[in-house]
């Protein structure tokens, strides 16, 4: 089993900047895991931000997020990253981090284990 915990949601000012992290545990291969951030706004739909191949080598961003946020890992840390610049009140959100254990396209949304949430809001 795999455990996943966000950090570092909280309250920014239009055009601000946050980092998130992922702490992940329960299985020591978990660095061998594609990974990703999802959001879901109250009222819709949860959706791909960005996503990560298990070496880092590859990534994906959702076309409202390019330019802006930067996914990372650093598997000897069991951590992902998602740095978020220039934030905007649509970028408000609850986020979620995810890994699965087999490797699809990295715009698959199918995930095995989740994460509990943090929460991103951005004022204007």
């Known amino acids: 089993q795999v455990q996943l915990v966000e950090s570092g949601g909280g309250l920014v000012q239009a055009g601000g900047s946050l980092r998130l992290s992922c702490a992940a545990s329960?299985?020591?291969?978990?660095?061998?895991?594609?990974m990703g951030w999802f959001r879901q706004a109250p009222g819709k739909e949860r959706d791909l931000v960005a996503a990560?191949?298990?070496?880092?080598?590859?990534?994906y961003y959702a076309d409202s997020v390019k330019g802006r946020f930067t996914i990372s890992r650093d598997n000897a840390k069991n951590t992902m990253y998602l740095e978020m610049n220039s934030l905007k009140p649509e970028d408000t959100a609850v986020y979620y981090c995810?890994?699965?254990?087999?490797?699809?396209?990295?715009?698959?949304?199918?995930?095995?284990?989740w994460g509990q949430g943090t929460q991103v809001t951005v004022s204007s």
């Open positions: 995810a890994a699965r254990e087999t490797i699809m396209r990295l715009t698959n949304t199918k995930y095995d284990y």
């Open positions: 329960g299985r020591t291969f978990i660095k061998n895991y594609p």
């Open positions: 990560i191949s298990w070496s880092g080598g590859s990534t």
